[in-house]
């Protein structure tokens, strides 16, 4: 059972480049959510999913795209890449159970520098 | 909206020493709060969790959490520091997404915990 697993680890692009970073989870869990990390701010809610063909924005969307086509997996895309998304990136999963949500499940992180 | 202050970005302690970090949040609805912590070029772990059951939440590693909402408060305690608990800590509460289940966290600017001989 490996959790959240991350690819890649570490990542730099230029200024204009595309990517797409892939998150896998093996728990069967129905939300997954993709956040950033930024100094001095906390993590910040890119998009999220709650079940497989599904996705919506979170509170910084702009720049990003998003696609569920698997339950295990949430791609999160960077058409143009600007240095304003040099970030740590990081996946989460959960899922509902007794009225409640489970905490969230974290990768590892992807760290990527937009030179 | 709902919002987490942590109230220190930085805090020292002596190993054997307590710790206490701080953490204040707003809410329109009963939150459910958590303590994640963050070790060097790693994930976030879950420490602890309060969903309206006991106030005083007892987590991994010896942490535990009291939840006092006339003080809007879930600061974040442990007797004894230990060095392996130099790390970042997270104070995160959590909300519904619209009318689905996903749960939409808000997270605290982050608490850098160190610990020093």
């Known amino acids: 059972n490996a959790g959240v697993t991350q690819t890649p680890k570490f990542r730099v692009l230029k200024t204009g480049q595309s990517m797409t970073l892939l998150c896998a989870q093996d728990?069967?869990?129905?939300?997954m959510y993709w956040y950033r990390q930024d100094p001095g701010m906390g993590l910040r809610l890119i998009h999220y999913?709650?079940?497989?063909?599904?996705?919506a924005k979170g509170e910084v969307p702009d720049g990003y795209n998003v696609s569920r086509l698997k339950k295990q997996n949430f791609l999160l895309g960077l058409e143009s890449a600007a240095p304003s998304q040099t970030s740590v990136y990081f996946c989460?999963?959960?899922?509902?159970?007794?009225?409640?949500?489970?905490?969230?499940?974290f990768g590892n992180g992807t760290r990527l520098t937009v030179t | 909206a709902q919002s987490v202050t942590q109230l220190d970005s930085h805090v020292s302690v002596s190993e054997g020493t307590p710790v206490l970090l701080r953490c204040n949040y707003s809410?329109?609805?009963?939150?459910?709060l958590f303590w994640y912590v963050q070790h060097p070029n790693k994930g976030l772990q879950l420490l602890l969790k309060?969903?309206?059951?006991?106030?005083l939440v007892k987590g991994i590693n010896g942490f535990e959490a009291e939840f006092k909402k006339s003080e809007t408060s879930f600061h974040l305690t442990k007797p004894s520091a230990h060095m392996s608990d130099a790390a970042e800590y997270f104070c995160?509460?959590?909300?519904?997404?619209?009318?689905?289940?996903?749960?939409?966290?808000?997270f605290g600017t982050g608490t850098r915990l160190q610990v020093t001989l």
């Open positions: 989460a999963s959960s899922y509902w159970i007794g009225a409640r949500w489970t905490p969230l499940h």
């Open positions: 728990m069967n869990h129905e939300y």
């Open positions: 999913s709650v079940g497989e063909g599904t996705t």
């Open positions: 809410s329109s609805y009963s939150p459910s």
């Open positions: 309060y969903t309206s059951a006991a106030t």
């Open positions: 995160v509460v959590s909300e519904a997404l619209g009318t689905g289940t996903a749960s939409k966290l808000t």
